[in-house]
């Protein structure tokens, strides 16, 4: 069964700074998605990545895709307070469910 | 159109009780589904729609939950007996069929039950 792992659960960054978050996933798949959930509400889409080396760039978020280690990563640039959320990725098993990991909480430090 | 609509957006139960839970997809998404959502967790998947069928249900769904999806458009997720346990955010998606858009969810703004 398709496990979905994240890391780290927990972040907390001072603003300006750079870090990723890692998203680790148990069987082949070529399709990932990255969401943002913000306290109370509910799931929003921030990036679709459908192949192989798949990047995806908005803002000072981008993503990106490698099927061949099972891994997509989640980088953020010169952080800002407005990214505080948590931060899910999932995984279209193959069979139309979608998977989702355990979620990476941050928290963006004035 | 605007989004995936849910109701109602809180209901408080007492242990026993059945509740039910409707949601309205995106008008031209024939993929629908149901997730649960606990705090401090990744959403859990419970079932999902291709028009009106019920397609795969997780072992999550005991006996006491049914969703239906009569004609393909809105669908309904009934708790019966409700447990605490049951307490949680139900979350409902949808999206274009298979071989049409990016496979991309879009989510409701969510259910949340609390059951006392």
């Known amino acids: 069964e398709l496990k979905v792992e994240q890391n780290p659960l927990f972040l907390s960054m001072q603003e300006g700074k750079n870090y990723t978050i890692y998203c680790n996933y148990s069987?082949?798949?070529?399709?990932l998605y990255w969401y943002r959930q913000d306290p109370g509400k509910s799931l929003e889409s921030l990036f679709v990545?459908?192949?192989?080396?798949a990047v995806k760039q908005e803002g000072r978020l981008m993503a990106s895709l490698d099927t061949k280690a099972r891994l997509s990563t989640l980088h953020i640039t010169a952080a800002v307070h407005d990214l505080s959320a948590t931060y899910f990725c999932a995984v279209d098993s193959g069979t139309y469910k979608y998977i989702f990991g355990t979620g990476t909480r941050l928290k963006v430090l004035a | 159109d605007t989004g995936v609509s849910q109701n109602p957006r809180h209901k408080i139960t007492k242990r026993g009780q059945n509740v039910t839970f409707r949601c309205d997809p995106i008008s031209e998404h024939n993929r629908l589904y149901w997730y649960r959502q606990t705090l401090g967790q990744g959403p859990e998947f419970l079932t999902y729609?291709?028009?009106?069928?019920?397609?795969?249900k997780s072992r999550l769904l005991s006996d006491r939950f049914s969703a239906e999806r009569p004609k393909g458009s809105f669908s309904t997720l009934e708790i019966q007996r409700t447990e605490q346990g049951d307490s949680a955010m139900y979350l409902c998606a949808s999206r274009m069929s298979g071989g049409l858009g990016t496979g991309e969810l879009f989510f409701g703004e969510g259910s949340r039950l609390t059951v006392l």
């Open positions: 990545l459908l192949s192989n080396g």
């Open positions: 069987t082949t798949s070529d399709r």
């Open positions: 729609f291709q028009n009106e069928a019920q397609l795969e």
